[in-house]
């Protein structure tokens, strides 16, 4: 198992386009989540799933981001229409439902 | 809804020294995990060490343990023999029975040679 991966680990986009991440968990993990973290500052929690259901969205998140993990796998996040603000690191962890959580190395946007 | 405070954005260290990095928490919750992690420069966050808040003795894992005080809500992290490859941001996090990670906004550690 070669831990959480996630894809592009570079994003540089114009503001206004949409974009698209994914993320692939540790397998037996049944927890995904995804945070976003900008410079200087701890992760903020965005979304997570238990298996295939989205349990918890954050009220900070737009109805610009969206996210999915179909068949309890993979996850993907959307972005649509960015903007300068969404500029960061967007990261994501998995783990069992009651251990900690893996990282993966994140995916860092630049909306230009 | 859970907190997570560090209160020292950055702290430095001598190398072979020792530093103990603070963090605090509000919860209304009996049942919750505690965890350190580290984030070195440009690179993934990791795993210090974790505490469950049900077991009253303190974790330690190796040249890292951690000082619960279940009742004042603190959670510091003692670094012994500091080393450089420590230096890194160091981030608090909490976790109850069914929720998501609450970070800190995480303290910088400086490892002096």
């Known amino acids: 198992d070669t831990g959480v991966s996630q894809d592009p680990r570079h994003k540089i986009t114009k503001r206004g386009q949409n974009v698209t991440f994914r993320c692939d968990p540790i397998s037996e993990h049944n927890r995904l989540y995804w945070y976003r973290q900008t410079l200087g500052q701890g992760p903020e929690f965005l979304t997570y799933?238990?298996?295939?259901?989205?349990?918890?969205k954050s009220r900070l998140l737009s109805d610009r981001f969206s996210a999915e993990r179909p068949k309890g796998s993979f996850s993907t996040l959307e972005i649509q229409r960015t903007e300068q603000g969404d500029s960061a690191m967007y990261l994501c962890a998995s783990s069992p439902v009651l251990r900690e959580a893996f990282f993966g190395q994140g995916t860092r946007l630049t909306v230009v | 809804a859970q907190t997570v405070t560090q209160s020292q954005p950055e702290m430095s260290v001598q190398e072979a020294e020792t530093v103990t990095l603070s963090c605090t928490y509000d919860?209304?919750?009996?049942?919750?995990?505690l965890f350190w992690y580290k984030q070195p420069p440009s690179r993934q966050m990791i795993l210090v060490i974790r505490?469950?808040?049900?077991?009253?003795q303190n974790a330690t894992e190796n040249r890292f343990s951690v000082n619960f005080q279940k009742a004042a809500k603190s959670f510091s992290l003692k670094i012994s023999d500091s080393q450089l490859g420590d230096a890194a941001m160091y981030f608090c996090a909490y976790r109850g029975g069914n929720t998501p990670l609450v970070f800190g906004k995480g303290t910088r550690l400086s490892v002096i040679a």
């Open positions: 799933f238990q298996n295939e259901a989205q349990l918890e």
């Open positions: 919860t209304s919750e009996s049942d919750y995990y």
């Open positions: 505490q469950e808040a049900y077991k009253q």
